[in-house]
């Protein structure tokens, strides 16, 4: 992200409700399939907040293949700590279906686990399956 959105500090984390985290479109890049989320009731996906300034958000939207329709972006609640937000999420517009590489499956948990998602949270990120490429 510090790459993406140079100028967007963190500004927190919460739990995507009623969503639950998944993978498709492994056409796209990482050798396998890429992260996103769907509805699914009574599922939740850890999220890390970013305070995202209108330059870091073209950025982010040309990164994310907005001008390829890769990704839609929609308006979320997140429940926080301190009551629940609104947020932008980019959500994949593609299949759900096939696997990441074990590579990216790797980065999601490390970034989970630095932004201090639960530990069974971030175990069961790691014991996904995953494409063997790299």
């Given at each position: 992200?510090?790459?993406?959105?140079?100028?967007?500090?963190?500004?927190?984390?919460?739990?995507?409700?009623?969503?639950?985290?998944?993978?498709?479109?492994?056409?796209?890049?990482?050798?396998?399939?890429?992260?996103?989320?769907v509805?699914?009731?009574?599922?939740?996906?850890?999220?890390?907040?970013?305070?995202?300034?209108?330059?870091?958000?073209?950025?982010?939207?040309?990164?994310?293949?907005?001008?390829?329709?890769?990704?839609?972006?929609?308006?979320?609640?997140?429940?926080?700590?301190?009551?629940?937000?609104?947020?932008?999420?980019?959500?994949?517009?593609?299949?759900?279906?096939?696997?990441?590489?074990?590579?990216?499956?790797?980065?999601?948990?490390?970034?989970?686990?630095?932004?201090?998602?639960?530990d069974?949270?971030?175990?069961?990120?790691?014991?996904?399956?995953?494409?063997?490429?790299?």
């Open positions: 992200m510090k790459e993406r959105a140079p100028h967007s500090p963190t500004a927190g984390t919460g739990w995507l409700q009623g969503w639950r985290l998944t993978f498709g479109g492994s056409d796209y890049g990482w050798q396998g399939a890429l992260s996103t989320v509805e699914e009731p009574g599922s939740q996906v850890f999220v890390v907040l970013y305070d995202v300034p209108d330059p870091d958000a073209a950025q982010l939207d040309r990164w994310e293949g907005g001008e390829m329709g890769m990704h839609k972006k929609l308006r979320l609640r997140v429940h926080t700590l301190e009551g629940d937000v609104l947020a932008w999420i980019y959500v994949l517009n593609d299949y759900e279906g096939g696997e990441p590489s074990a590579r990216y499956l790797g980065v999601l948990a490390d970034a989970a686990e630095q932004a201090g998602a639960p069974d949270y971030v175990a069961a990120l790691r014991s996904r399956p995953s494409s063997k490429s790299t």
